[in-house]
């Protein structure tokens, strides 16, 4: 079945800092790639996402590149700040309509920036 | 602005004691899914219903049901809540018509039980 794999946490960063957040992925098919995002005590937030090979996803200076090569979506920035703090989740859905279309989703991240 | 709504935010119940938490959209998405996320993990899928085709997870315990009385709005009912049902309970939304589309979560609603 498909399954997704990112990095442990807690990552802390100072602000300014560059971040890596990895994920690699497995899954049978040409799948939908998502970063979503959790800030304390509210629901999830799409942040950016892919749907095919070599495509990159941005929004608010984060940014991931679909590659099929090596199954992985690894989200970047270049500089973050403390508002940046939340939980970060990789996820997965298979590209067929008609269905559920579920998502696979990697443990999540907690990431803390700190002045 | 088109969104996800969920209410209550914060639900207290007591053991035991029916519950039901509400979702509503004004996307007019014809998926919707029911979500349970417990401290420090990733959301479990509930069930989810394909327009009102109801779909239910193999591990989602006999205690939840829910209803989805027409596009925009699905209830979550808990029937006897025990002390592992305290989670999030996350409400989504889907497009079902369009390929690789994304989920759209409302803000949640998180139960207590005690």
């Known amino acids: 079945g498909d399954s997704v794999t990112q990095m442990e946490g807690p990552v802390t960063l100072s602000e300014e800092a560059f971040l890596t957040i990895n994920c690699t992925y497995t899954?049978?098919?040409?799948?939908?790639l998502f970063w979503y995002v959790q800030y304390p005590g509210e629901g999830l937030q799409l942040l950016l996402k892919?749907?095919?090979?070599?495509d990159k996803g941005s929004n608010k200076g984060f940014e991931a590149t679909y590659r099929k090569e090596t199954t992985s979506f690894h989200l970047e920035k270049g500089s973050v700040q403390v508002s940046d703090s939340a939980v970060y989740f990789c996820a997965l859905t298979e590209p067929f309509t008609g269905t559920a279309s579920k998502l696979t989703f990697g443990t999540g991240t907690r990431l803390q920036v700190t002045l | 602005d088109a969104m996800v709504i969920q209410n209550p935010r914060y639900q207290v119940t007591q053991f035991g004691k029916p519950v039901t938490l509400s979702c509503s959209q004004t996307l007019n998405h014809n998926v919707m899914y029911w979500y349970q996320q417990k401290s420090s993990q990733a959301p479990k899928l509930l069930f989810h219903y394909y327009d009102k085709d109801f779909n239910n997870e193999a591990d989602t315990p006999d205690n939840f049901q829910s209803r989805r009385p027409n596009t925009s709005f699905c209830f979550l009912d808990i029937r006897s809540p025990g002390l592992g049902d305290a989670a999030m309970y996350l409400c989504?939304?889907?497009?079902?018509?369009?390929?690789?589309?994304?989920?759209?979560f409302g803000p949640g609603t998180r139960l207590t039980v005690l």
């Open positions: 892919a749907t095919k090979a070599d």
């Open positions: 899954a049978t098919g040409y799948p939908s």
């Open positions: 989504a939304t889907r497009l079902g018509t369009r390929v690789g589309g994304e989920q759209f």
